[in-house]
């Protein structure tokens, strides 16, 4: 049972599961699933400078850094007592592009080449974790959601400004993936 | 001249998640422990079908596996019925409360903001929901990602009076 838990959840598995988070959070307290607030939040919290968007009483939405403070020790039980023994497979085309750049160790979940505290001193390093997650806080807090907020949350209520916005996230990242990614894995 | 400042500015905020989710009942603190157990759960599912992983997004966005959008697709088709659902049977909360959803209105922060959001999506291969995992499974540098989307946040409450919404 253990073992088969160990392995790498298959879609039709995973994605209802994660689809169950709506009603569960509606039904425990009338939340709306969303991750991106928690970025506000903590601005409220820890910087507000007066600022409109981060001047209200975040206390009221703790419940939303409760949420992602579990998210975090998810990650850690699964790497603690969950995690598959076996390297990730990924696709043979991915595996060639990336060898291109020099990326050649295939292991874990994120390219240890290019996430670590020794490639955030390059000019990539710096452009790929500092940049691309300023990108996430100011892009997710503009469109209104993210992944959760908009993809999961919005869609399943069938709104249709979140489904332009994740048709947007699609463009977006398809643009980046294909056409500048290549260049900046090249520096 | 004066109402249409009003309502553009109604516009604006309506996109904040400021003042939803609010509810008349008060709880002790310990009833945010089962927040804590909805995030682990969730936490565990991202690590295990791997959508924290860089290689699964960059996979996504070459169009080379279909385990991503298997993932959004049925969890969008769990979503939408649950809400249904909800809607039809009039489920209560277990508080007894009536559910309440939020509409998103339209903005165009929706177009650049989500296509801002696709390229930080594409670059560091995860969304807020996984930077937090990616934390919590040892990837200790990802907390300057991390910041470096709260700052990001920041700045979009800086300047959002003068972006286009």
Known sequence: MLESIKHPWPWYIAGPLIGLMVPLLLIIGNKSFGISSSLQHLCAICVPANIPLFSYDWKKEIWNLVFVAGILLGGTISIQFLADPHPIIIHQALRTELSHYGVTEISGLLPNQLFSWSALLTLKGIIMMVFGGFMIGFGTRYAGGCTSGHSIMGLSTLQWSSLLATCCFMVGGFIMANLILPFILSL | ?165
């Open chain 2, 1 to 165: 001249m004066q109402t249409k400042e009003t309502h553009t500015d109604f516009k604006v905020r309506s996109l904040d998640t400021i003042g939803t989710n609010e509810s008349v009942l008060k709880h002790k603190w310990y009833h945010n422990l089962k927040y804590l157990m909805a995030g682990i759960l969730f936490g565990i599912l991202l690590v295990k079908s791997e959508i924290v992983s860089w290689y699964r997004i960059q996979e996504m966005f070459r169009l080379q596996s279909f385990h991503m959008y298997g993932v959004i697709g049925s969890a969008v088709m769990v979503g939408i019925v649950s809400v249904w659902m909800i809607k039809k049977f009039k489920i209560k909360t277990i508080y007894g409360e009536p559910i309440a959803f939020h509409p998103k209105p339209f903005s165009q922060g929706q177009i650049y903001g989500g296509l801002l959001f696709g390229f930080g999506w594409a670059i560091t291969g995860a969304c807020p929901g996984p930077l937090f995992a990616q934390i919590g499974m040892g990837a200790t540098v990802i907390v300057v990602t991390f910041l470096s989307a709260m700052a990001g946040t920041w700045v979009y409450g800086l300047l959002r009076e003068k972006l286009p919404h």
